[in-house]
């Protein structure tokens, strides 16, 4: 395994791969949580809700693939001229 530079660390790539990572893990469980209350409550409570679980669970899987892409372009030797 490469070990990263302490310049390669704090660039917007990798920032952006972080928070791309986290945003689809947090609208992932949302969306497991809302899963789960509407088995315990029911369905019928707020037709919208269905609606917005599917729609974290739509968005939690490219925003996984995101942060993989902005981690690989963070590893990159700059080039230098």
Not at 17 to 33: H, K, M, N, Q
Not at 52 to 60: E, G, H, R, S
Request: charged share 10%.
């Amino acid at each position: 395994m490469r070990v990263m530079n302490e310049q390669y660390q704090r660039t917007w790539q990798a920032n952006g791969g972080v928070l791309c990572f986290l945003g689809g893990v947090l609208a992932a469980s949302t969306g497991c949580l809302i899963t789960a209350s509407l088995w315990i409550i029911g369905g019928q409570w707020h037709p919208w809700m269905r609606v917005l679980d599917n729609a974290l669970f739509a968005v939690a899987i490219p925003l996984i693939l995101f942060a993989g892409f902005f981690l690989d372009w963070a590893e990159r030797p700059v080039k230098r001229i």
